[in-house]
């Protein structure tokens, strides 16, 4: 049946219906359903005029007006991508601290926008922002290689850290292989302190122990605060003897652990920043070559390290509540690594007046467009760099 057919049957049908009692009614639905394919209760609804024939609702929906209009979303929307897409809590924690930036660039917004968006929930948030979600990619390849020659020098962590406060690092590293582990390429460097979540990242051209040892000595010199306990996985960039007389062999003694084989989870910390601070940043695309490496390289050391720490909220798992077959993750408020340090007795006052100093030069959205431009320079050399110089 044509649609213009079914309109004028819908037509007569809805006047028929107006004219019958309640066996009238019945019989009707059923020969309206029989010829235009309906199910009972919307045929229901267009015999009464409750809907439209053919559309929509004859009627207004209910429900009470929208309080959040395409202002309001631009101004949330512009904060959140340059943020790094972050969930709608942590967007929540730093809203205010962005909003101020963002007016230096855009001008001083209307006071009731300006209170509308700082009033706005995490949920509120989230689903604002539901239509400028981007899709993402799929995970790329695990370069870790077993080192077996210290194995039994440096022991598994078995026991959790009592961390009251920063020093106790978790590393790992990312290859930037692309599809094949062959040849030698680039390779990012994640070091992570339990307690605050600072988040410091090197790159190096080959995994070699020697340069991986530079690297690491190179985070130790920018961390704010010493080092007391430092724990890898078993990869063999990791696991040589130059990082055992780095560590061991020093008038303090550092704590070098490992974690168990295949078992991501022992270091869930730092495996989750080369996530949110090397893969989200240059993907899984092949990098080669000493000079891509110290683009890299001077990228982490400056822009990127400073977005992250600076700006960027995270939140700490806390513990897991099991109810039955229900499991409930609980984790503390969103806080900036700088937020989480700046609250421990224990950090150096030198230092934290060195990083409020800096603070106040740093504009999240100057430090993204510097991130943007040196990007498109690495990403340029990303396949066969060395073929792209011949040229």
Known sequence: MSARSRREVLEQARWRYAKRGKEGRSRLLDEVCALCGYERKYASKILCGKR??????????????????????????????????????????????????????????????????LAASAATLDRLLVPCRVALGSRGRCGTRPGTLLRSQIPIRTEHWEVSGP??????????????????????????????????????????????????????????????G???????????????????????????????????????????????????LVGYGRLEGAHVAELLDDLYRQEWGWFRNFFCPVMKHLRTEIKGSRKRRIYDLPATPF?????????????????????????????????????????????????????
């Open 52 to 117: 439209a024939i053919g559309g929509s609702s004859g009627r207004r929906r209910g429900g009470s007006q929208a309080v959040y209009g395409s202002a309001e979303r631009e101004v949330i929307k512009a904060i959140w991508l340059t943020a790094e897409q972050p969930c709608g809590k942590r967007l929540k924690a730093v809203l205010g601290i962005w909003l101020s930036y963002y007016e230096k660039r855009k001008g001083r917004l209307p006071r009731a926008l300006r209170s509308k968006v």
């Open 167 to 228: 020093g106790f690092i978790e590393a790992d590293t990312v290859a930037h292989c692309g599809e094949s582990m062959a040849g030698e390429f680039c390779w990012s460097i994640t070091a992570t302190d339990v307690h605050t979540q600072w988040t410091e990242t090197r790159a190096v051209p080959n995994r070699g122990q020697a340069a991986v040892g530079e690297r690491i000595a190179q985070i130790e010199a920018s961390l704010p605060f010493p080092i007391l």
């Open 230 to 280: 430092f724990d890898t996985d078993n990869g063999g960039e990791f696991l040589n003897w130059h990082l055992v007389h780095y560590f061991v062999k020093r008038p303090r003694p550092v704590g070098f652990t490992r974690s168990r084989a295949y078992r991501k989870n022992d270091n869930a910390r730092v495996e989750q920043k080369n996530w949110t601070h090397v893969r989200q």
């Open 339 to 391: 937020m989480r340090l700046k609250a421990c007795s224990q950090v150096d006052p030198a230092q934290m007046a060195r990083l409020e100093k800096l603070l106040t030069v740093l504009d999240p959205f100057e430090l993204k467009e510097k991130i943007e431009k040196k990007l498109r320079v690495i990403l340029r050399r990303e396949v066969r760099p060395s073929l792209h110089e011949a040229a």
